[in-house]
C-alpha cells in the first residue's frame, strides 16, 4: 500500500467503503469499514489525498483526518453522477468519487470548522421554528375565517388573540383550540427570540461579522449567516465566484458563438440568497435617505431598469462586497462603495 496516492471513501451511517488508487489511476484495494475501523486505519495509514462527498458527516469527518496529516477534498455530489459507470453500488461510488477527484479542472468544497457547523445548525432551527410559526398564524387565520371572522394580515393581531375572541360568540370546544395554537405560537415567539439573542452574541465576538454588519442591507441574521457560509472566503478565486455560488448571476444557455444570458441560476444557498435579495429591497425602500457611490448607483439602475432586477443586482453587489471585506480585512465604507474584482 506504499504506493497509494488516492483514497475516497463513501460515506455511510454506520459502515463506510474505500477505494485506493495509485499515481497511475490504478485501484490498489477495496476496503468495507465501520466508523471506528476507519478512524483507526487512517491514524497509521501513510498520508495521502482523501477524497468524499460533500454530505452528512463530511465536514467532521475532513477535520478528523485532517489531524493525521491526510490532504483533504470535498466534492459535491452532483459532480460525481456523471461518474458513476454501470448499476450503483457504494464501491461503485468509491471508484466515481476517484475518477471526479483526478480532474485537473474538478471543483472542490472547502470543509468547514467545528463553529461554522455549529452557526449552520443554529440557523436551520430558526428557519423550523419561523415555518412553525407562520404555519400556526395560517391555522388560526383558517380556523376563524371559516367562522366569519377576518383578521388583519400580521402577527401583531395574533399576540392579542384572546381578545378577539371575547367579542365574538364561537363554539367553547374552537376557542380550546385557538387557544392551544396561540399558546404554541408564543412559544415559538420565545424560541425564535432567544436563537436571535444568541446569534447576536455570537456576532459580537466575531470580528468578521462586526465587518459585515457594515454593508448596507446585510443585518445580524444575514451576517451571521455569511460567516458561517463563507468563512474566510478563500475557497473562491474572485468575488464574483462566491456571487455564483449563491445564484446571483445570469444563467447562461450560449450555442453557436451566440451569448445568452437569462435570469439568475437560483443555484446554491436559497436561505442566503433570499436573505441578501430582502436586504437589498429593505434598503432601496429607504433608498430616499441614503447617500453616496452605492445609492447613487441604485438610483441610476432604478432609472432603466425594473426594481425586481436591481433588488438582485444590488444582493449581487453586497455579496461580492462581502466576499472583499473577508479575504482582504477592510470594512465597508459608503463613499468608496465599487464592485470588487
Known amino acids: 500500500m506504499q504506493n497509494v496516492t488516492l483514497v475516497r471513501i463513501d460515506l455511510g451511517k454506520h459502515t463506510f467503503h474505500l477505494h485506493a488508487q495509485d499515481r497511475h489511476g490504478k485501484a490498489v ?22 477524497v468524499m462527498e460533500a454530505c452528512a458527516g463530511a465536514h467532521r469527518m475532513a477535520r478528523k483526518l485532517t489531524e493525521f496529516g491526510h490532504q483533504i477534498k470535498l466534492i459535491s455530489p452532483q459532480f460525481v453522477r456523471p461518474f458513476v459507470k454501470g448499476n ?6 468509491a471508484e466515481a468519487i476517484c475518477e471526479a477527484a483526478s480532474r485537473p479542472s ?20 430558526r428557519e423550523s421554528l419561523v415555518r412553525d410559526r407562520v404555519k400556526a398564524v395560517n391555522q388560526m387565520h383558517g380556523f376563524l375565517l371559516e367562522f366569519g371572522i377576518s383578521l388583519p394580515i400580521g402577527n ?38 432567544e436563537i ?7 456576532l459580537g465576538d466575531d470580528e468578521l461579522g462586526q465587518r459585515l454588519l457594515t454593508i448596507p442591507g446585510v443585518g445580524p441574521i444575514t451576517a451571521s449567516v455569511l460567516v ?11 468575488s464574483r465566484d462566491f456571487a455564483a455560488s449563491v445564484g446571483l448571476v445570469p444563467r447562461q444557455y450560449s450555442t453557436g458563438g451566440k451569448a445568452n444570458l437569462l435570469g439568475i441560476s437560483k443555484r446554491g444557498d436559497k436561505n442566503l440568497r433570499r436573505l441578501l435579495v430582502q436586504g437589498a429591497r429593505s434598503y432601496m ?6 447617500s453616496g457611490r452605492l445609492a447613487d448607483w441604485v ?13 438582485c443586482a444590488l444582493a449581487n453587489k453586497v455579496a461580492r462586497t462581502a466576499w472583499a471585506l473577508a479575504t482582504r480585512n477592510t470594512k465597508f465604507e459608503a463613499g468608496l462603495a465599487t464592485m470588487p474584482a
Open 196 to 202: 436571535d439573542k444568541e446569534m447576536g452574541r455570537q
Open 228 to 238: 458561517s457560509e463563507l468563512g474566510d472566503g478563500k475557497q473562491y478565486d474572485c
Open 299 to 311: 438610483r441610476s439602475m432604478l432609472t432603466r431598469r425594473h426594481p425586481n432586477v436591481v433588488a
Open 285 to 290: 425602500r429607504r433608498l430616499d435617505k441614503k
Open 88 to 93: 450503483k453500488n457504494d464501491f461503485v461510488d
Open 29 to 50: 484495494f477495496r476496503k468495507k469499514m465501520s466508523r471506528k475501523q476507519l478512524v483507526e486505519f487512517f491514524a497509521t495509514f501513510q498520508t495521502c489525498v482523501v
Open 156 to 193: 401583531a393581531v395574533i399576540t392579542r388573540l384572546p381578545a378577539v375572541l371575547a367579542q365574538h360568540a364561537l363554539p367553547p370546544r374552537l376557542i380550546a383550540i385557538l387557544e392551544r395554537l396561540h399558546t404554541h405560537f408564543k412559544y415559538l415567539s420565545e424560541q425564535i427570540a
Open 106 to 125: 474538478m471543483r472542490f468544497v472547502t470543509p468547514k470548522t467545528e463553529a461554522q457547523q455549529t452557526l449552520s445548525a443554529l440557523h436551520r432551527v
